[in-house]
Structures are given as structure tokens and as C-alpha cells.
């Protein structure tokens, strides 16, 4: 449902279809959410927002 697209291509911020399989499934790079909580995150950033992980 949402793609929120980070500096190095391919590697994002998104939603998951299933939420049940968050954290418990291999990534290449992306922050996966449940569908809701990538819709909240993207309705509070802004764009060119700064991503720090940690």
C-alpha cells in the first residue's frame, strides 16, 4: 500500500501484507510495517525527511 523510498536505491520504508510475518522474514534492505503504521508514517513526514538507523 505505501513505498517510502530511501536514498540507496531499492531500499525503502512499506507495508506488509502480512503483518503476521513481520520480523520473521528475510529483507534486502527495506523497514517493513504493518500496511496501517506505513499509512500513519506517511501521512507525518515530510519529503527529503532524514532517515537515521541505529
Not at 11 to 36: F, K, M
Amino acid at each position: 500500500m505505501v513505498w517510502i523510498g530511501l536514498s540507496k536505491p531499492s531500499y525503502g520504508i512499506h507495508g506488509s501484507p502480512d503483518p503476521e510475518r513481520i520480523s520473521r522474514q528475510a529483507s534486502a534492505g527495506c523497514v517493513r510495517l504493518t500496511n496501517w503504521d506505513a499509512l500513519s508514517l506517511l501521512g507525518v513526514i515530510k519529503n527529503d525527511a532524514t532517515v537515521e538507523f541505529k
